[in-house]
């Protein structure tokens, strides 16, 4: 189990590390950001809380985001060690179509995942590549344990 949550980590970490490089020098780059950020703030508004703003809403988007997708991303673990990169492989293109196809009818704004087939091919492509460096983590955590 806790080698399935370290690699659900690393495969978050570098799914936001990606996605944060990539918005700062190229503009079709996806802003998932944007859509957690939209997501926490109504969900505190509906919780009666008063959201967040600017820099603090990010940090807590992105605090949420982490464990989120280290959760999501640890079930890649679940099952026998023969099928872990292709449990990565698809769990990451799941998360990434999700992202694309999820937003609009949860009520969120889709254009900052949506707003060119560059921007839809680098979203899908980042949430894939969370899963696969998930999935190679506890890969090389199992054969640490040999």
């Keep these: 189990m806790l080698k399935s ?3 659900g980590l690393a495969g978050a970490i570098a799914l936001n590390v990606i996605h944060q490089l990539a918005k700062k020098v190229d503009p079709d780059a996806p802003q998932i950001d944007k859509i957690g950020e939209e997501a926490l703030a109504e969900t505190m508004l509906a919780a009666g809380q008063t959201p967040p703003e600017g820099k603090a809403l990010f940090n807590a988007t992105l605090a ?3 464990a989120a997708n280290t959760i999501y991303y640890s079930l890649i673990g679940c099952g026998s060690r023969k099928h872990l990169l292709r449990r990565g492989v698809m769990m990451g293109a799941a ?3 999700g992202a694309l196809t999820l937003t609009k009818p949860l009520g969120l704004d889709d254009e ?8 839809q091919a680098m979203t899908v492509g980042w949430y894939l590549l969370g899963g696969v460096v998930a999935a190679l983590t ?3 955590l199992r054969k640490k344990k040999k």
């Design 5 to 7: 949550l370290i690699g």
């Design 64 to 66: 949420s985001d982490i």
């Design 95 to 97: 998360a990434g179509i």
């Design 112 to 119: 900052p995942v949506k707003k060119s087939s560059k921007t």
């Design 138 to 140: 506890m890969e090389a």
